[in-house]
């Protein structure tokens, strides 16, 4: 199956600052990409979808200028969470997409604190 | 609009026993269902996929599951517990909308298996 490096896996930063999380796709390309929120014994959340070359749809309810979203290429997308509050503290996961080939492979998951 | 229902959110059962896992879903249209694991602090792993073949899904680690129509459901069963299943199981339905959502994931709550010894 496909391959996905996600990282940095834990993070812990001040309010205020950004953090930005990275999500490869080692052996797959990834014309969409699905960053999803988890929060501690919570189900995950889809927050946006992003495609290649274009701008990412956000969920109702996500802050498209609070997380922002970049799809340069097939093997990467990051997502910069800007001006990080305590309540963003959570687990963050990518899963890329191509076409009707999804849900197969999840990132490892970014745990950002935020303190 | 597409949902899912894990009945359980925690499920305890002896080593050597087997397990069962609920889920009962909800779609417009003719869904994908998926089930994943997730161990503490970890990523998710699929476990199985239904996509409209066969009814019955076997996947790694000896778990499979059974799409019933008629009844809105696919559960997760396993003949026989072992120490490391013990983990969040996720049920998960996709394809559920029209259009451009048609990828969308949505997420059961989850339901805690604990395997005793």
């Known amino acids: 199956g496909a391959v996905v490096s996600q990282h940095p896996s834990r993070v812990i930063c001040k309010s205020g600052t950004s953090v930005k999380i990275e999500c490869r796709s080692l052996?797959?390309?990834?014309?969409?990409m699905f960053w999803y929120r988890q929060f501690p014994k919570q189900s995950l959340m889809l927050m946006a979808t992003?495609?290649?070359?274009?701008?990412?749809?956000?969920e109702q309810g996500v802050e498209k200028d609070k997380f922002l979203i970049n799809h340069a290429s097939l093997t990467l997308s990051t997502l910069t969470v800007t001006s990080a509050h305590p309540e963003d503290s959570s687990f963050y996961i990518c899963?890329?997409?191509?076409?009707?080939?999804?849900?197969?492979?999840f990132g490892s998951g970014t745990r950002l604190t935020v303190v | 609009a597409q949902s899912v229902t894990q009945l359980d959110s925690h499920v305890s059962v002896s080593e050597g026993t087997p397990v069962l896992l609920r889920c009962n879903y909800s779609s417009s249209y003719s869904p994908s269902l998926f089930w994943y694991v997730q161990h503490p602090n970890k990523g998710l792993q699929l476990l199985l996929k239904?996509?409209?073949?066969?009814?019955l899904v076997k996947g790694i680690n000896g778990f499979e599951a059974e799409f019933k129509k008629s009844e809105t459901s696919f559960h997760l069963t396993k003949p026989s517990a072992h120490m490391s299943d013990a983990a969040e199981y996720f049920c998960v339905v996709s394809g559920g909308v029209s259009g451009g959502s048609n990828y969308k994931l949505t997420f059961g709550k989850g339901t805690l298996l604990t395997v005793n010894p």
């Open positions: 052996d797959f390309q990834a014309t969409t």
């Open positions: 899963s890329p997409g191509e076409g009707a080939n999804y849900g197969y492979t």
């Open positions: 239904y996509t409209s073949a066969a009814t």
């Open positions: 992003s495609n290649e070359g274009s701008k990412a749809t956000y």
